[in-house]
């Protein structure tokens, strides 16, 4: 406990400085023995509420305001800071720089979760590789992860979000990349950062700690224009994609069954990927760039790509009484839903194709032809159902004309009835795509549906 304190720039106000700690944790619910609870303002609720209850369930300590501890009476080991959040952070910082580990830092609009998964799988995994937990990918979060790093991490895959400029930056002040990725830039957080140009900028945080190598979009001229003159050395950028100039180009893409996509790396492989779509495809390269860098082996390489396994609800292949689902109800935005839809297209199927699509949100001012693109996108795509939920998605339906015409348009304000409705219609060796933003939950649908096949006979 004293060693934290020191670390953080706190007092130790009461408690055994000897006092080992073995983690950190945000939730008195999920306290493991030995945690330093970390009571963080919220938007429901001050960690602070709970400290007694952290301690209970066998935290050594608490980090808490020091404003709050001098009239707390705990009985427990406290830690008084200014800022929580300033002292995980600075914990998390302090953590990975005695670690001496590697850091590769991923950002991007979409795909920064499967491709922060890839790296890994492509340098090998196992106890040396650290990542995010789940999408931990926040101010709160990244600290969270680095402080689960044990002693033998020598290379950390670290995710790194935003939804307003200046975050990045910050995360990068944590746990500066000595590599950093930028899967692509698009329309996402759009009421917050009002333009892609300002996303872009937003992203580019990334590189303020002078990272050794950069690996970015071959398609986003503007974004390797910037990126060269941060970095000043050509040998310093390494680009991906489909293009002849990428540094890594894929070649040679196909779409096979379970989900399995092949493809050609400069002329090498072939690599095998069990993850949909050449967005995907797209999201290997850069991983495959970064492990090269880092010394792996093509046949390691190849093999440890083709053991991945999407993140649950991304590109998650479900079989439910028989029909082929895809669970990709974990974020949306205009790109990804374009990507997901032609990735269904892409994908063999012994029977009928069917989007499941619901609201993309933060999209601002522009959200109504942000949706009317995507139901273009459906309606040129050769499916034989198109379900939307919500209110915003009604726009997508909209644009959906020959679809509709066909009476292969269907809406929904509640995803119940969706996923009633799509019980009915489905039949075994039918492939469906469900896809949305967050504040969807969409996965009640999937859920729903199949509760509904269960009860018919369809089985999971």
Same mark, same amino acid.
């Not at 953080?8 to 000897?18: F, H, Q, R, T, Y």
């Not at 980090?63 to 200014?82: E, H, R």
């Not at 995994?125 to 790093?149: C, D, E, K």
């Given at each position: 406990?004293g060693e934290?304190a020191r670390?953080v720039d706190g007092a $130790?106000?009461?408690?055994?400085?000897?006092?080992a700690?073995?983690?950190?944790c945000i939730?008195?619910?999920l306290?493991? *023995?030995?945690? $330093?609870?970390?009571?963080?303002?919220?938007?429901?609720?001050?960690?602070?509420?709970h400290?007694?209850?952290?301690?209970a369930?066998?935290?050594a300590g608490?980090?808490v305001?020091?404003?709050?501890? /001098?009239?707390?009476?705990?009985a427990?080991a406290?830690i008084? +800071?200014?800022?929580?959040l300033?002292?995980?952070q600075?914990?998390?910082?302090e953590?990975?720089?005695?670690l001496?580990?590697?850091?590769?830092?991923?950002?991007? @609009?979409?795909? &920064?979760?499967? @491709? &922060?998964e890839?790296p890994?799988?492509?340098?090998?995994?196992g106890?040396?590789?650290?990542?995010?937990l789940?999408?931990?990918?926040?101010?709160?979060?990244? *600290?969270?992860?680095?402080?689960?790093?044990g002693?033998?991490?020598?290379?950390?895959?670290l995710e790194?979000?935003?939804?307003?400029?200046g975050e990045?930056a910050r995360? +990068?002040?944590?746990?500066p990349?000595?590599v950093?990725?930028?899967?692509?830039?698009g329309?996402?957080?759009?009421?917050?950062?009002?333009?892609?140009?300002a996303?872009?900028?937003?992203k580019?945080?990334?590189?303020?700690?002078?990272p /050794?190598l950069?690996?970015?979009?071959?398609? %986003? *001229?503007?974004l $390797?224009?910037?990126?060269?003159d941060?970095?000043g050395?050509?040998?310093a950028?390494?680009t991906?994609?489909t293009?002849?100039?990428?540094?890594?180009?894929?070649?040679?893409?196909?779409a096979g069954a379970?989900?399995v @996509?092949?493809?050609l #790396?400069?002329?090498r492989? *072939?690599?095998r990927?069990?993850?949909?779509g050449a967005?995907n495809?797209?999201n290997a390269l850069?991983a495959?760039?970064?492990?090269?860098?880092f010394?792996?082996?093509?046949? %390691?390489?190849?093999e440890?790509?083709?053991? %991945?396994?999407?993140?649950p609800?991304r590109?998650?292949r479900l079989?439910?009484?028989?029909?082929?689902l895809?669970n990709d109800?974990?974020?949306?935005?205009?790109a990804?839903m374009?990507?997901?839809?032609?990735?269904l297209?892409?994908l063999p199927?012994?029977g009928?194709?069917?989007?499941?699509?619901?609201?993309?949100?933060?999209l601002g001012?522009l959200?109504?032809?942000y949706?009317?693109g #995507?139901?273009l996108a /459906?309606?040129?795509?050769g499916?034989?159902l198109l379900?939307t939920?919500?209110?915003?998605?009604?726009?997508?339906?909209?644009?959906?004309?020959?679809?509709?015409s066909r009476g292969?348009?269907?809406?929904?304000?509640?995803?119940t009835?969706?996923?009633?409705? $799509?019980?009915s219609?489905?039949d075994?060796g039918?492939? +469906?795509l +469900?896809?949305?933003?967050r504040g969807?939950?969409?996965e009640?649908?999937i859920?729903?549906? %199949?509760?509904v096949?269960a009860?018919?006979g369809?089985?999971?």
């Amino acid at each position: 406990m004293g060693e934290v304190a020191r670390i953080v720039d706190g007092a $130790l106000i009461s408690g055994d400085p000897s006092t080992a700690v073995a983690g950190a944790c945000i939730d008195s619910r999920l306290i493991s *023995p030995g945690d $330093l609870f970390v009571a963080l303002p919220g938007e429901q609720t001050d960690g602070h509420a709970h400290v007694e209850q952290a301690l209970a369930s066998g935290a050594a300590g608490a980090l808490v305001q020091s404003s709050w501890a /001098a009239g707390a009476g705990s009985a427990g080991a406290l830690i008084g +800071v200014d800022d929580p959040l300033a002292g995980l952070q600075a914990w998390a910082a302090e953590h990975l720089e005695r670690l001496g580990a590697k850091i590769v830092g991923v950002t991007g @609009t979409n795909g &920064k979760t499967t @491709t &922060k998964e890839l790296p890994r799988a492509a340098l090998g995994g196992g106890g040396r590789i650290g990542a995010s937990l789940g999408n931990f990918n926040n101010q709160i979060g990244l *600290p969270l992860s680095a402080l689960s790093f044990g002693s033998k991490v020598d290379t950390a895959v670290l995710e790194m979000g935003m939804s307003t400029p200046g975050e990045i930056a910050r995360l +990068v002040q944590i746990a500066p990349p000595e590599v950093v990725v930028i899967t692509n830039i698009g329309p996402a957080h759009l009421e917050s950062l009002g333009s892609v140009e300002a996303i872009a900028r937003a992203k580019l945080e990334i590189m303020d700690q002078e990272p /050794a190598l950069a690996v970015l979009p071959c398609d %986003a *001229p503007r974004l $390797l224009d910037e990126a060269r003159d941060r970095l000043g050395d050509r040998q310093a950028l390494r680009t991906f994609g489909t293009e002849r100039e990428a540094d890594y180009r894929a070649t040679d893409i196909e779409a096979g069954a379970g989900g399995v @996509t092949r493809f050609l #790396v400069n002329g090498r492989g *072939p690599v095998r990927l069990r993850l949909p779509g050449a967005h995907n495809v797209l999201n290997a390269l850069a991983a495959i760039a970064v492990a090269e860098r880092f010394g792996s082996d093509w046949e %390691a390489i190849r093999e440890g790509l083709r053991a %991945a396994r999407p993140a649950p609800m991304r590109s998650e292949r479900l079989s439910i009484g028989g029909v082929d689902l895809i669970n990709d109800a974990y974020n949306a935005n205009p790109a990804s839903m374009a990507a997901a839809i032609s990735a269904l297209a892409a994908l063999p199927a012994s029977g009928r194709r069917a989007l499941v699509l619901g609201d993309m949100l933060e999209l601002g001012e522009l959200s109504p032809d942000y949706h009317r693109g #995507v139901g273009l996108a /459906a309606d040129s795509a050769g499916v034989d159902l198109l379900i939307t939920v919500g209110a915003l998605s009604e726009q997508i339906s909209a644009a959906a004309g020959r679809l509709s015409s066909r009476g292969q348009v269907h809406h929904f304000e509640d995803p119940t009835d969706a996923a009633e409705f $799509l019980a009915s219609w489905a039949d075994r060796g039918d492939l +469906v795509l +469900v896809k949305a933003s967050r504040g969807m939950a969409l996965e009640r649908l999937i859920d729903r549906f %199949a509760s509904v096949r269960a009860a018919e006979g369809g089985g999971s």
